[in-house]
Antibody, heavy 121, light 109 residues
């Protein structure tokens, strides 16, 4: 059974940093694109970043480029999102999601629980 | 960027009724790259439909997808109380980035 267990959220001051983690199990981690998607309170879904499965190449939304870094530890089957220079617009629930296959052009068939990030002034 | 517009914003139906949710794209989307997700209150989204009409694993057959080019539809043949949720369409043909519709909220009377 595929499981994605997120952690690392919380309150952070404006301009601060935070690292989110997503521990994966039940599948071969490097065979799939892994992504972060966020949802501001009461709002829709926004893609944040993706990491290629076989090539480990990183991709970012323009809204986070230069501030967020996606990475993984294949020995721990864990995906990370390091966030810096946080602003109010980054307040959201963050989800890690597994691609249906190892392609950016694929839907996401498994999602972790939301990790709440609140940026305070 | 392809903009997806969903309608209606809110749909209020009684159990047993048919639900028809629309997703319109600002430009043509290959049906290969259109998905629907269900998000129940307080939960993560769940993949319902991919490639416009393929049901994801474990999804009941009362959920179906159709459409092409710029107009796509999610149909729930007979709504059940457990279908209370927000439904999002997504196009992933231009990924990255992909784009989402703003969602349709399904209320159960």
């Amino acid at each position: 059974e595929v499981q994605l267990l997120g952690s690392g959220g919380g309150l952070v001051q404006w301009g601060g940093s935070l690292r989110l983690s997503c521990a994966a199990s039940g599948f071969t981690f490097t065979n799939y694109v892994m992504s972060w998607v966020r949802q501001a309170p009461g709002k829709g879904l926004e893609w944040v970043s993706s990491l290629g499965g076989s090539d480990g190449r990183a991709y970012y939304a323009d809204s986070v480029k230069g501030r967020f870094t996606i990475s993984r530890d294949t020995s721990k089957n864990t995906l990370y999102l390091h966030m810096s220079s946080l602003g109010a617009e980054d307040t959201a629930a963050y989800y890690c999601a597994k691609g249906y296959y190892d392609s950016l052009r694929a839907p996401w068939d498994n999602w972790g629980q939301g990790i709440l990030v609140t940026v305070t002034s | 960027e392809i903009v997806l517009t969903q309608s209606p914003g809110t749909l209020s139906l009684s159990p047993g009724e048919r639900a028809t949710l629309s997703c319109r794209a600002s430009e043509s989307v290959s049906s290969t790259y259109l998905a629907w997700y269900q998000q129940k209150p307080g939960q993560a989204p769940r993949l319902l439909i991919y490639s416009a009409y393929n049901r994801a694993t474990g999804i009941p057959d009362r959920f179906s997808g159709s459409g092409s080019e710029t107009d796509f539809t999610l149909t729930i043949s007979r709504v059940e109380p457990e279908d209370l949720a927000v439904y999002f369409c997504q196009q992933y043909g231009t990924s990255p980035p992909c784009s989402f519709g703003q969602g349709t909220k399904l209320e159960i009377k």
